[in-house]
């Protein structure tokens, strides 16, 4: 029984953590960014947090993760390390997702953030891999920072119609 309230007790976290990540992009939204939330990819049971396509075209892909606010989260010999937890699974299955995500659209290079809620992010983000481990706080600070190139409107809406069709919403999936 312990497992199964374990288990209840981190879907619920998850869902705070992604709605909390939702309600920072809202901004974006104003500014070109096409944002898609809770995503099916074609095979499997993963999701996807959070899609974003910038107003250049370029492809992002977001985990959010609702960590304890007592467990610092740190790069340790390459190993993405949650207070004493190593969390490198994580990050892992968020590139391996971000992957996923890509290839349905046809997008060769996508950029995936972990965005962590509580949990303090030594030295303001760092990097597992392709993965960019970032405080919620500063996520919208970095993806407009990152949104080079110029305003592809006709590109980014194309990409936003196609992940509509090939990742679709996950609450009307089922």
């Known amino acids: ?9 981190n879907c619920n976290a ?3 953590g992604e709605q ?7 901004p974006l939204a104003g500014e070109g ?3 898609l939330h809770d995503r099916a990819l074609p095979t499997g049971k993963a999701n996807v947090d959070h899609v974003l396509i910038s107003p250049a ?7 959010s993760k609702m960590w304890r606010r007592d467990w610092p989260v740190r790069l340790k010999g390459g190993r993405l390390m949650r207070g004493p937890r190593d969390e490198t699974g994580d990050a892992e299955k968020a590139g391996a997702i971000a ?11 996508p950029t995936c953030l972990l965005v962590v809620h509580n949990a303090p992010v030594a030295g303001g983000g ?16 970095l993806l407009r920072l990152n949104a ?11 990409l936003e119609q196609l992940a509509e069709v090939r990742l679709p919403s996950k609450v009307t999936r089922g």
């Open 1 to 9: 029984m312990r497992r199964k309230a374990r288990h209840v007790q």
């Open 33 to 35: 960014w096409h944002i």
């Open 57 to 63: 075209g370029a492809l992002l892909v977001l985990d």
């Open 99 to 109: 992957g996923r995500a890509a290839a349905a659209l046809g997008v060769s290079r």
């Open 20 to 26: 909390r990540t939702a309600k920072l992009l809202q």
């Open 148 to 158: 080079v190139g110029p305003p592809r409107p006709r590109e980014a809406r194309r």
């Open 14 to 16: 998850g869902r705070i």
């Open 126 to 141: 760092f990097h597992v891999g392709d993965v960019s481990v970032i405080p919620a706080d500063r996520l919208l600070e």
